[in-house]
């Protein structure tokens, strides 16, 4: 044993008998001799160290008491730290106070009336009848009514004639009718209430106050549109998300520098450019004979009905730091028409081939799993849900009309309805790089990714996904997992270990720089509307609702077309039979 000020070491001999001289009794004697001689040396060795140890720290002990003894002390430092406590004190005090007397001024300041009250209870879809919305409203669905009619006369080669006039000027009346009677005995009695008591104040008084509502009501509107001016619907939820103008602008910008996916336009408004474009690229379609001319005129664009689509974000208050995700409304764009069209060639032909591989609803996984369940599941099944992160917006424009081209190369096409694959092609890419939009005064296109709100854009992502998760897919099943996909969510049921699933992951991560997953793995998890959970290799499956989900249904008395009350209902009793 050697020891030192900060250290202590003890060494021990390794010694080895020859067994060719002793036999195995006696060599096990001396063996058993050495270790209790070596214990006690180690128990002796140990008990001397504690007790300088222990003799270090009474001495140390003893010199702080005796430097703290002999500190001098000071009564003018003392009567400082005082006063700092009692200025602490009071200043605490003072603080809670102003708290309590700004919380009081906000609480008077917040109220409703009874009809706004009554409003905001019946929840964000409730729509109330407006007479004179409806009013505004009725005189151009009632021109495009008549138009609609009109039409289907000439198409059966018979003149609509006074009689369409006729039908739609009675039924005009009849719908003012019922829209004037919407307002209910109740309510005209307060408003009749409302007037007698405003009747009996002065005429001073009254003129006074009502200016000073108006005044303060405009103020107030001014001061809300200045500061805050954003309430926006969240995504995936029936609710409302509140922040300031200046706050979405900036996420906004910290998005568009993210992904790098828009460009700023320094020019002025590009729609009356993107509409000759779009009618010179199908007028040359036409004369090349790649489409018909009853194509021509479906796609074409006309001046006076096209509109720059615009830009808004959805915030995902479901995810930590309520990430955003851009919507493109592009209801009147003037790619929306081929845009549509190509969409309704395509999807149909997705869905046939990754029948397999994608789901749409929380019943068809549901019952994939259950199928799987019946030879395979161990107690140390893993369930794993993985997400694309920004799928629409990062995936590159050439290759997503690729995987469009591998896709119909796949299924051995030439043509679809009577439209050559070059021409479905070359449409596609057309759309994927006339992406123009409106945002804050400024124009954009998107030079990377479509645009969320087009029809097509869907159908490519899942095309470039198919391509992305074939060897994927293939990877799981060869494994005897479960895979699928819901846009840019995939499911994976695997009896792996947690690392090994981990290193797949990473590897699949490498496979293209444009798709990043994000996955969460374990016994249990959420996909979809379900949540599933491996107990005992036995999976049982449940509803899930997100914790900021807030559950809500349409009030009957909304403005709502009664087909859409039926089938809350339907979907209620059949998401309960399922």
């Known amino acids: 044993m050697t020891y030192h000020r900060n250290s202590f070491r003890i060494s021990i001999l390794h010694i080895k008998i020859d067994e060719s001289i002793f036999n195995k009794d006696e060599d096990q004697a001396l063996y058993n001799q050495m270790r209790h001689i070596t214990k006690e040396y180690r128990i002796q060795a140990m008990s001397l160290y504690l007790q300088s140890t222990n003799r270090e720290r009474e001495m140390l002990t003893d010199e702080i008491k005796h430097i703290i003894e002999g500190f ?77 009619i009109e039409l289907r006369f000439f198409e059966k080669k018979v003149s609509p004639g006074r009689s369409v006039e006729f039908f739609i000027a009675e ?190 609803s929380g019943f068809e996984v549901i019952k994939q799993v259950y199928e799987w369940s019946t030879n395979n599941p161990r107690k140390q099944t893993l369930l794993c849900t993985t997400d694309v992160v920004d799928l629409y917006t990062m995936i590159p424009q050439t290759e997503c009309v690729l995987a469009i081209k591998k896709m119909l190369d796949y299924l051995e096409l030439k043509q679809i309805r009577g439209l050559k694959i070059e021409s479905i092609i070359k449409l596609s890419r057309f759309v994927m790089k006339n992406n123009y939009f409106l945002y804050a005064g400024q124009y954009y296109p998107q030079i990377r990714g479509g645009a969320m709100g087009s029809p097509l854009t869907l159908t490519i992502a899942n095309c470039y996904m198919f391509v992305f998760e074939r060897n994927i897919g293939k990877q799981i099943t060869n494994a005897g997992g479960l895979y699928l996909r819901y846009i840019d969510d995939m499911f994976i049921i695997i009896n792996w270990p947690k690392r090994h699933l981990n290193k797949q992951i990473d590897q699949w991560n490498t496979l293209d720089s444009n798709i990043q997953l994000k996955a969460q793995a374990g016994q249990s998890i959420n996909f979809l509307d379900i949540y599933i959970e491996n107990i005992n290799a036995d999976l049982f499956a449940k509803v899930y609702h997100k914790p900021s989900y807030e559950p809500y249904y349409l009030p009957f008395n909304s403005v709502h077309p009664l087909h859409m009350k039926k089938n809350i209902l339907f979907t209620m009793f059949l998401r309960a039979i399922r």
Not at 249 to 270: F, G, Q, R
Not at 319 to 325: A, D, E, N, S
Not at 340 to 345: C, E, F, P, R, S
């Open 171 to 360: 039924l005009n009346v009849i719908l003012q009718k019922l829209h004037d009677t919407s307002i209910t005995s109740t309510h005209r009695q307060k408003k009749q209430q409302h007037k007698l008591f405003l009747s009996d104040k002065p005429l001073t008084t009254t003129q006074s106050s009502q200016s000073q509502n108006i005044n303060s009501s405009s103020s107030f509107r001014n001061e809300k549109k200045k500061n805050h001016g954003r309430l926006v619907k969240r995504l995936k939820h029936k609710m409302r998300s509140a922040s300031t103008r200046q706050h979405y602008h900036k996420k906004s910008n910290e998005y568009m520098e993210k992904t790098e996916a828009y460009k700023c336009l320094d020019v002025n408004d590009p729609l009356p450019n993107l509409i000759e474009r779009t009618n010179e690229y199908l007028l040359d379609f036409r004369f090349a004979h790649w489409i018909t001319q009853k194509q021509y005129e479906l796609l074409s664009v006309k001046p006076s009905e096209a509109k720059l689509a615009h830009l808004y974000y959805l915030p995902k208050t479901h995810q930590l730091r309520t990430p955003l995700r851009p919507i493109v409304s592009g209801l009147k764009h003037p790619t929306i028409k081929i845009s549509t069209y190509i969409d309704q060639l395509l999807r149909p032909l997705f869905d046939k081939i990754a029948l397999k591989t994608t789901t749409t």
């Open 72 to 148: 001098p002390r000071n009564t003018e430092e003392n009567d400082e730290q005082v006063d700092a406590e009692s200025g602490y004190i009071e200043f605490k005090h003072y603080n809670e106070l102003r708290e309590k007397r700004l919380n009081l001024e906000a609480e008077q300041s917040i109220y409703f009336l009874e009809k706004e009250y009554e409003l905001l209870k019946s929840g964000p879809r409730f729509i109330y009848n407006d007479p004179k919305t409806v009013s505004r409203r009725r005189a151009t669905e009632l021109t495009i009514l008549k138009r609609k």
